[in-house]
């Protein structure tokens, strides 16, 4: 897992309105899978990856599609939009 992809998703996520949780588990007997979960922040529900079984590609689909279809302008840490 790259640690900069999910720093730049937890920033992306947070534009739209979400975050991202990602699971503490340490037990391969655990009943989530280790990885993560969107959650919705003024619902405060998962919008994807209830049992913590997203990952962080299919979290890049889902924000950038989220992100086209409310119009929002994904912007990098650092980066000016254009004028």
Same mark, same amino acid.
């Given at each position: 897992m790259s640690k900069p992809l999910e720093m730049r998703l937890r920033r992306f996520a947070g534009q739209?309105? /979400?975050? &991202?949780a990602k699971? +503490? %588990? +340490?037990? &391969?007997?655990a009943t989530n899978h280790g990885e993560f979960m969107l &959650? *919705?922040?003024v619902g405060n529900f998962a919008v994807?990856?209830?049992? /913590?079984? %997203?990952?962080l *590609?299919?979290? *890049?689909?889902?924000?950038?599609?989220? %992100?086209q279809v409310n119009g929002v302008v994904l912007r990098e840490r650092g980066k000016k939009a254009d004028a």
């Open positions: 739209l309105g /979400y975050r &991202i699971s +503490r %588990a +340490r037990s &391969i007997h &959650i *919705e922040n994807m990856g209830s049992n /913590y079984d %997203a990952t *590609e299919g979290l *890049e689909q889902f924000l950038r599609l989220d %992100a």
